[in-house]
């Protein structure tokens, strides 16, 4: 079969990510993006069930050290030839070496698709099939289902009334081609508005999609700040636990403390960091490079301030890293005397609030700030999200054919060449809102594993 | 019934309409003894609708059909009185060649066709009953007591079977153009658990030439250079000097329509069998688009030596007075006079899902059925299920190996497949929309799709494969030649690149890099390939595979994705409800069409992903168990 790539560990966080390839020529494409540290080593000419040591690789950038662990079909998970390339974790990493996979030729795996061939080549039975995908739903929260299946909803409609649009193109072309003496000629600017409605539509839905994935998959979220300024209390606030050790005495928290918390229907993956300033404590320096080193790194910075202080060292290096990062800043202790730059503050960060975290109303605050840097807010109810690579991958190839039918016209290509194109176009829109089309193969029960199982 | 005179031949086929002539000649042709039994021996080859052969994806049918061996093209050519190929300006893919024909020569050609054919005899007779022996077909008897013992029978019935005819109010049990129907086989067939269904068809009027005032009325002629359909025939020996006429019906037409919508047979539900979609009677145009102010028709002559006109998209079933009220409402036909009225047909025709891809039943070995009796609709498509089911019944006859066509060779292939696979609502018409590799499909390579096998089965002769090879030998020859060749900027060829609305050429380029250029075509840029060769044809050829190389390569790629599903082969024999994790639905289905591939199983309705990933484990698994309980 062709060649799947997709990163098989949970997103977020984690000491190892795994990329996965599988497929005919899941070595050729391995050997690409992996060079061996031992110059005497191929993957090509590895035997299955051994380890390389190398550094992954996008043409001459070099992207991470990493281990590639090659299995040989019929001997592997899916049955096919396998390399599984283990790199650091966190979202850089994984995500460069993936983009490398694709663009030597891998496309992306479909929901379930290991698990799909693994059962094509006769290493799982149904059953077992279906006890991963049992396992997988039941990790996913309520909170991330009630959205999802309104998202969903709404992205149906979409499709449909992209297809609908399609349809009718696709229809006045056929009938000018089969009933030439009949239907009525081609009108070749009708054909191009509709194309281009299409075009637009399909445009904001893949403008959309970070959106769309961190409504179904979560956001993770890091909480910086100087020494007690209250991010734990924060944390506690939002998670409604006592997580993490809060206490009076600055610097308690030394280390990343890290929760899943349900943030009004979207998961924020949170974590608390040791507070950021100027330290001789050997520990303590390590625990503010870390927290530093987390927030240049995250999808979405929580910045506490606190609002009876002026900033120090330590806020103003934050203020420095933030940039750029998707943010909401916080002032706390809205309580005590106003002594803070404010304004400073609001040069850098978009979205700025002001409470009192031992206040517990102000959670609410807290939320909506999050959900307005996240971009949920501005989504209309019915303008339909992606939540899927799947889904992004189906929309990705209807605009391509839509862009080429769109081109085809302009440069003159003629009807029979530009009437496949929408022919492309609509099947892929069908595939998008799950229509048992000819293409679409065997999704019905694999469309419940994630990417990477 | 008694029985007078006994025979004995290889292959009996049932019918001389497009179908049957197909079957008869290639079984014939393939070394087998034939008869061909037909109900008026003055009507082999008629044409009860349309005097005409081609058209939109009919075009590729008879081009198919020729590169095959079939004899339509040949016959078309022979008898043509006026050339178009429709789609000229929609790209290669699409150019349909689509001939008028003298129908009466039409027939005599295919008359003298049959008879000229050695190991091919025509029996004047109907056909009343099959019977069968241990699963398989035995003899096929007549109305007149011929009992004739055969090991295959090709059912190409038409419209004849169970024909009735509806003028309005008035019926008749009868097949088209005065001949009786055959009504008696019917009852063989369902005794012998052929599943019958009832579909139907019509024609419009034909009409005295004299009757028409053809002043005012737009002049369709035919194309300045005609084509033949059949490889080898001599362009310049077409007769092209038929005329047609361009008509419209109007607000008053449909008028006279509506007020007697109730007298129709079929909206007053006389008539419950199903009619073909794409071939409305006026009525239905005038009901489904009561937008419409008018409907454009055309007047076609049926021959050189009849005044008979054929009112092409008039077709109707509402009653005489109606019909003379109606077309003398329209612009030249004021005082037209009606020689054979219009009508609608209902005839018996079997589910195709009865059939295999050989389009053998599934059921009775030796048992073939062709054309109209399949459920599709038009001479072309019928001549192709002919001559497949004459090829595999001979085929089967010699214990060679069946002949099937993937869909990806040929719209001979797809038409197949869609029948078996999906089986038809209404009567199927060829589309090229039906063809998921519309584009590779095409009439100009027909040749270079399809000639070699029609070689390899014995139906082509030597002289004209030996034709076919040189020609493609030239095709690859110029193909090369124009990557090679370059072509010198200068003012001329600025100036025509100019005109078509491509950019400047600023350095030399070949043939081939000034054919990727959009809206160039070959013909703008042949006064500047100077190593053109004198004849052109094969150039022109080259030129379309060239300017589309970027879709054909990825047409290519999918064929080759989707051919692991269909070599895939399922068992004949397999026992779907014995597969654990196959929904019934799904083991229904496949039970009753039989797919051999996994390929052709996904194509079937209500048959799901799931299930054809369940089969496909199953495969996976007792491949070795089944090859083992075989061998």
């Known amino acids: ?453 | 019934m008694k029985i007078y005179k006994e025979l004995n031949t290889d292959i009996v086929v049932i019918g001389a309409g497009h179908a049957g002539i197909e079957a008869g000649l290639a079984a014939a042709r393939l070394g087998c003894s034939c008869v061909v039994i037909t109900l008026s021996l003055d009507c082999i080859g008629n044409m009860p609708c349309n005097p005409c052969i081609g058209g939109t994806a009919k075009g590729h049918l008879v081009f198919e059909l020729d590169a095959l061996g079939g004899e339509m093209g040949k016959a078309a050519d022979a008898t043509m009185i006026q050339c178009r190929m429709l789609n000229m300006s929609k790209g290669p893919a699409v150019h349909s060649l689509r001939m008028q024909s003298d129908r009466a020569a039409y027939r005599a050609y295919m008359k003298k066709a049959m008879e000229d054919q050695k190991g091919l005899d025509l029996i004047q007779d109907e056909a009343t009953e099959i019977t069968v022996e241990d699963g398989k077909v035995r003899s096929v008897r007549t109305a007149l007591g011929f009992e004739i013992f055969c090991r295959a029978c090709i059912i190409a019935t038409g419209t004849y079977l169970g024909g009735k005819i509806y003028v309005g109010e008035a019926q008749k049990e009868n097949g088209p153009d005065g001949i009786a129907a055959a009504n008696a086989l019917t009852d063989s067939l369902v005794e012998l658990g052929v599943p019958i269904r009832r579909f139907k068809t019509g024609t419009p009027a034909r009409v005295h030439r004299d009757s028409i005032d053809f002043t005012g009325l737009e002049v369709q002629p035919g194309d300045p250079s005609p084509v033949p359909f059949h490889f080898g025939d001599n362009p310049d020996e077409l007769n092209n000097t038929g005329i047609c006429w361009m008509d419209y019906t109007n607000e008053e037409t449909h008028e006279v329509i509506r007020r007697n919508l109730d007298r129709s047979p079929l909206y007053g539900g006389v008539i419950q069998s199903i009619g073909p979609r794409y071939c409305p009677s006026i009525e239905d145009k005038v009901v489904r688009f009561p937008e419409r102010k008018r409907h454009q028709f055309f007047i076609e002559p049926c021959g050189e030596n009849t005044e008979e006109m054929y009112l092409q998209g008039l077709s109707t079933s509402l009653p005489l007075d109606v019909q003379y009220e109606m077309y003398r409402t329209i612009k030249g036909l004021e005082n037209v006079r009606i020689m054979r009225p219009a009508y609608a047909i209902e005839y018996d025709c079997c589910d195709p899902l009865w059939l295999a891809a050989t389009l053998e039943s599934k059921t009775i070995r030796g048992l073939y059925g062709a054309g109209q009796f399949c459920g599709t609709s038009g001479y072309e498509e019928a001549a192709v299920q002919g001559l497949v089911a004459g090829i595999n019944a001979a085929r089967e006859v010699k214990g060679e190996d069946p002949f099937i066509l993937p869909r990806s060779s040929s719209y001979i292939g797809t038409l197949i497949d869609d029948l078996v696979t999906k089986g038809v609502q209404d009567p199927y018409r060829m589309m090229t929309a039906r063809s998921e590799y519309r584009l590779l499909l095409r009439q100009d390579n027909a040749d270079r799709r399809l000639c070699d096998l029609g070689h390899d089965i014995g139906l082509l002769s030597d002289d004209r494969y030996a034709m076919y090879q040189e020609n493609k030998a030239r095709f690859e020859y110029e193909t090369e030649r124009m990557r090679q060749d370059r072509i010198k900027v200068s003012p001329e060829l600025n100036a025509v690149m100019a005109e078509k609305g491509a950019p400047e050429v600023t350095h030399t380029m070949t043939v081939a890099d000034l054919l990727k250029w959009p809206h160039i075509e070959y013909s703008d840029i042949e006064q500047f390939d100077r190593n053109a060769p004198e004849q052109k044809d094969i150039t022109y050829k080259a030129a379309v595979e060239i300017k589309y190389e970027g879709y054909l390569a990825r047409l290519n790629a999918q064929i080759e994705k989707a051919k692991r599903l269909e070599d895939m082969e399922l068992p004949d024999d397999l026992d779907y409800s014995s597969i654990t994790g196959l929904r019934i639905e799904a083991a229904v289905k496949l039970d009753q069409v039989r797919p051999r591939s996994l390929g052709q199983a996904g194509r079937i309705s209500g048959v799901n992903p799931t299930d054809i990933s369940v089969l496909s484990v199953w495969l996976f698994r007792n491949k070795r168990a089944y090859r083992h309980d075989n061998s």
């Open chain 1, 1 to 453: 079969m062709d060649t799947i790539a997709g990163i098989a560990t949970p997103p977020g966080e984690g000491g190892i990510a795994i990329i996965r390839i599988s497929g005919d020529d899941a070595l050729e494409v391995a050997s690409k993006i992996f060079i061996p540290k031992n110059k005497n080593r191929a993957i090509k000419n590895a035997k299955g069930y051994t380890a390389i040591f190398g550094t992954a690789v996008d043409g001459d950038t070099e992207l991470d050290e990493a281990v590639a662990l090659i299995f040989r079909g019929p001997r592997s998970y899916t049955g096919e030839d396998e390399v599984e390339i283990q790199c650091h974790g966190g979202n850089m990493a994984p995500k460069a070496i993936l983009r490398a996979a694709y663009r030597e030729g891998a496309r992306p795996a479909d929901r379930g698709e290991y698990t799909k061939r693994a059962f094509l080549n006769g290493r799982i039975s149904l059953t077992e099939a279906e006890a991963v995908a049992e396992m997988i739903s039941a990790q996913s929260s309520q909170g991330e289902r009630a959205a999802l299946s309104l998202m969903k909803g709404s992205l149906y409609r979409k499709a449909e009334e992209m297809k609908a649009g399609l349809i009718t193109a696709e229809a006045n072309i056929s009938a000018a081609i089969e009933f030439p003496d009949e239907a009525p000629d081609i009108d070749d600017a009708e054909i191009i508005s509709i194309l281009s409605e299409t075009r637009d539509g399909l445009e904001k839905l893949l403008k959309n999609y970070s959106t769309g994935l961190a409504v179904m998959r979560g956001v993770p979220v890091v909480i910086a700040g100087s020494p007690n300024v209250g991010k734990s209390t924060i944390m506690n606030l939002l998670s409604g636990t006592d997580r993490a050790i809060v206490s009076p005495t600055a610097g308690t928290t030394r280390d990343v403390i890290e929760s899943t918390i349900d943030c009004d229907g979207i998961t924020l993956f949170l974590s608390d960091t040791a507070g950021i300033r100027d330290t001789d404590d050997a520990a303590e320096a390590e625990g503010v490079r870390r927290a530093l080193d987390k927030v240049s790194d995250t999808a979405l910075l929580i910045a506490v301030f606190d609002q009876s202080k002026k900033l120090d060292e330590g806020d103003r290096k934050l203020l420095e890293t933030a940039e750029g990062i998707p943010s909401v800043a916080i002032i706390n202790k809205s309580d005590l005397e106003n002594r803070i730059e404010t304004g400073e503050i609001k040069k850098r960060f978009a979205e700025v609030i002001t409470i009192s975290a031992i206040d517990e109303s102000s959670r609410e605050e807290i939320v909506k700030a999050v959900h307005n840097a996240i971009g949920v807010n501005g989504l209309s109810p019915d303008a339909g999200l992606l939540v899927s690579e799947r889904q992004r991958s189906c929309v990705e190839r209807g605009l391509g054919a839509v862009n080429e039918a769109i081109e085809a016209i302009e440069y003159g290509i003629t009807y029979d060449a530009v009437h496949v194109l929408i022919g492309e176009a609509i099947e892929s829109l069908a595939e998008l809102s799950g229509e048992n089309v000819t293409e679409e193969v065997l999704d019905d029960v694999f469309s419940r594993f994630c990417v990477g199982k």
